[in-house]
């Protein structure tokens, strides 16, 4: 059977949720790093997806959009590298960020937003991008993109800890308003 790119979204999706906010769908427990043995998640995706297989998962992690899934050193483990909504520690070090970082959002946000600054949401972090195409592509999800510049580096002077994971996504626990510069 040949797979079209759209069975590797649709793959892709399903792969995100169940490891990112539901793994009792499929009867998974990620360990306290987000981490899933390989054979046992093959086996129980079968369960909902039964051309599930090593082949089609490889093929998902590496040509994945935005590299949304990782394998440990040994390749004997999977998790997703960010977005999760389930209580995890994807222990990431803290990092130096660039002086300025990029979030996309839309316009209806904009009065909570200048109000009480960016906020983790249901995820675990505040997404913040490297650049401005980036940040169009996250706001974009939801409508007409309206790109926030966050002054990162003032930030991290006043001792704001910053991640980024290993599909390049910076992550911070809130972004006062402060330290967001609104277009006009
Ligand atoms: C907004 C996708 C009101 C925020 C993307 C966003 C990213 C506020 C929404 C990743 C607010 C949360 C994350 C406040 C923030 N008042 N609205 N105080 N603070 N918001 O999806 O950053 O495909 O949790 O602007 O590409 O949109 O999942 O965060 O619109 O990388 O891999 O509340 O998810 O990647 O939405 O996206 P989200 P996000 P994946």
């Known amino acids: 059977m040949k797979i079209t790119e759209k069975d590797l979204k ?3 999706k399903f792969m995100s949720l169940v490891l990112r906010h539901r793994p009792e769908l499929i009867d998974i427990q990620p360990d306290e790093n987000g981490w ?3 054979p046992e998640f093959i086996e129980k995706v079968k369960t909902k997806l039964p051309d599930f297989d090593v082949n089609l998962m490889e093929e998902v992690v590496e040509k994945n959009d935005k590299k949304r899934f990782a394998f440990n050193d040994d390749k004997s483990k999977i998790r997703a ?3 999760h909504s389930i209580k995890i520690d994807l222990d990431y070090k ?3 960020p660039p002086e300025f970082l990029y979030h996309g959002t839309v316009a ?3 009065d909570n937003i200048k109000y009480e600054g960016l906020r983790k949401m249901k995820r675990h972090h505040v997404h913040l991008s490297k650049d401005e195409e980036t940040a169009i592509k996250v706001g974009i999800r939801r409508g007409k993109p309206i790109i926030l510049k966050i002054l990162a580096s003032e930030m991290l002077k006043n001792n704001a800890t910053f991640y980024v994971s290993e599909n390049g996504v910076w992550l911070t626990e809130k972004v006062p308003s402060a330290y967001i510069e609104f277009p006009e």
Do not use: D, E, Y
């Open 81 to 83: 590298s960010q977005g």
């Open 36 to 38: 899933v043995a390989i």
């Open 10 to 12: 649709r793959i892709s």
């Open 94 to 96: 803290p990092a130096t």
């Open 108 to 110: 209806k946000f904009l």
